[in-house]
């Protein structure tokens, strides 16, 4: 599966944004991750197909939403009340293979997913 990420920009704190990822063809799982330079890429939020179970990292909750467009093979990431320390590139991802009982168990892994787009940039002022 192919993916392309877009809808990164700059924003103020406590503002919105919303990234979506074009992918080439039906994911068993989604996931968006972030990566701060130095830093190890990390879950932001996970969706499984058709999209009724979402995960997201604990920081997030609350202010970000996770969805798919499964005719349009779309997958977005709502962000609100944004914060300084959300500027990351956001990196869409995608598991084409597996089950959704292990899926479930490991979203949050990197190592899961087979697919990466290219990571689109979020930079949220103070």
């Known amino acids: 599966v192919q993916l392309v990420e877009s809808g990164g920009g700059l924003v103020q704190a406590g503002g919105s944004m919303r990234l979506s990822c074009a992918a080439s063809g039906l994911a068993l799982g989604n996931g968006w991750f972030r990566q701060v330079l130095g830093k190890d890429r990390e879950f932001v939020a996970g969706i499984l197909y058709p999209g009724d179970n979402q995960y997201y990292e604990d920081s997030v909750k609350g202010r970000f939403t996770i969805s798919r467009d499964n005719a349009k093979n779309m997958v977005y990431l709502q962000m609100n009340n944004l914060k300084p320390e959300d500027t990351a590139i956001y990196y869409c991802?995608?598991?084409?293979?597996?089950?959704?009982?292990?899926?479930?168990?490991?979203?949050?892994?990197?190592?899961?997913?087979?697919?990466w787009g290219q990571g689109t940039q979020v930079t949220v002022s103070s």
């Open positions: 991802a995608a598991i084409t293979i597996g089950s959704p009982e292990y899926f479930s168990r490991n979203y949050y892994r990197v190592s899961l997913y087979d697919s």
